[in-house]
């Protein structure tokens, strides 16, 4: 575990802390000297110096968590809107609940999550707002209708975002993963993850702190002229879109 600063840097709060690219974005944060606040499922989240409870696909839920965070810690000056889920199949045979569950965790729970963190940010005249997409937004995916969809709508939705506080000092920006060492990708079949290590020019998937690097830099001050921007972190696959 990540050894807790002081929090000199500011709160921040990252979606989906307790594993996967949340966990080393939380610890990469940590070691930058954020206060870092891992919202998560079940209100646990070890690598974390502070915690609270979230389900990211109920409104009323992460209105909860950002009140809870603000009253404890003061406002959230970065807000990473990391957790998600795939529920993947071909459209023919994609269930309802499949589409709602996707769209209402990746896309409306990050959403939601933005806008719940936003007027701490429009009073502090600042603030780093990250989504995590991915690089099947752009490339497209078959059998990930519903997922890609909710990635590609992130887009639309930060760069909205970023017009809308721009002159407020708030950025808005979209990291976008391509194939990423975490529990999600862990049960592709190997035939399928040759095929795609074999079109990804660096030939080799992405570490969760690699990610976190990226995220690390939006969230500084080297950070600060960048807004509305998509970064890929996919070791070329997406390169072109
Ligand atoms: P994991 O499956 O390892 O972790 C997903 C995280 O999201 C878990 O912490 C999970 O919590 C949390 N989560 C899911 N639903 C909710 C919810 N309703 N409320 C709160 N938390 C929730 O995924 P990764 O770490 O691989 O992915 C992190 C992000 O990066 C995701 O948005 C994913 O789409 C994106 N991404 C991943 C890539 C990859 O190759 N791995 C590539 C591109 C993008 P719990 O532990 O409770 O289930």
């Keep these: 575990m990540t050894e ?7 709160v921040a709060l990252v979606t989906g802390a307790n594993r996967g690219i949340g966990a080393a974005i939380a610890q990469r944060l940590i070691s930058d000297g954020f206060l870092v606040v891992g919202a998560t499922r ?3 989240a070890p690598d974390c110096t502070h915690s609270v ?5 109920s409104p009323d839920s992460i209105s909860a968590a950002i009140a809870e965070v603000e009253a404890k810690h003061g406002p959230v000056s970065v807000l990473v809107a990391n957790a998600g889920i795939t529920r993947d199949a071909l459209l023919m045979r994609m269930s309802e609940s499949d589409i709602d569950d996707v769209l209402s965790t990746n896309l ?23 989504f995590i997409s991915s690089v099947v937004a752009m490339m497209g995916s078959a059998g990930q ?13 930060a760069r909205s975002l ?27 079949d190997p035939s399928r993850k ?3 290590l074999g079109a990804v020019p660096l030939g080799r998937y992405a570490t969760p702190a690699e990610v976190a690097g990226v995220v690390s830099f939006l969230a ?3 950070g600060g002229y960048v807004t509305g921007a998509v970064i890929p972190v996919d070791g070329g696959l997406g390169m072109g879109h």
């Design 4 to 10: 807790p600063t002081s929090g000199a840097q500011g």
């Design 42 to 44: 079940s209100g646990q």
């Design 53 to 57: 409870q979230v389900d990211v696909a």
């Design 108 to 130: 409306g729970g990050s959403i939601r999550l933005a806008r719940a963190g936003l007027r701490g940010m429009l009073k502090a005249r600042g603030g780093r707002i990250i």
């Design 145 to 157: 209708v519903n997922y890609a969809a909710s990635k590609a709508g992130l887009i639309g939705a």
């Design 162 to 188: 970023a017009r809308e506080v721009g002159s407020r000092g708030i950025t808005v920006n979209v990291v976008a993963p391509g194939f990423v060492d975490t529990d999600m990708t862990a049960d592709l």
């Design 194 to 196: 040759d095929e795609i």
């Design 220 to 222: 500084s001050a080297d």
